[in-house]
């Protein structure tokens, strides 16, 4: 995995890419599919300090598959991977 270390409550996913082609065996064109909304967890920050000074530790880890909101984090490239990089409360729920 890429070198990264994502600070306080934040995280990096990497995202799973939407299916290509509809149940009913339909190309989709990249125009036609959905924003991805889910991925793998492969980096977590130490959580956020608290006024108190302790840290709130995250509710996710490294290899668990979530679902994130549609706009959040911000996308980037490291090492030829796309990534995003989203608050903690940016994502909805752990996929079992």
Do not use: C, H, W
Not at 23 to 29: E, Q
Not at 68 to 91: A, C, H, P
Request: aromatic share 4%; glycine share 12%.
């Amino acid at each position: 995995m890429a070198n990264i270390r994502p600070l306080g409550d934040k995280v990096v996913v990497k995202i799973v890419e939407a299916d290509e082609m509809t149940a009913g065996g339909i190309l989709l064109p990249d125009t036609a599919k959905k924003k991805p909304t889910e991925g793998e967890i492969v980096a977590v920050g130490e959580g956020r300090v608290l006024e108190n000074g302790k840290r709130n530790a995250l509710n996710v880890k490294v290899g668990d598959r979530v679902i994130f909101s549609k706009y959040g984090g911000n996308e980037v490239v490291i090492d030829g991977q796309e990534l995003t990089i989203l608050d903690e409360d940016q994502i909805y729920a752990i996929v079992k």
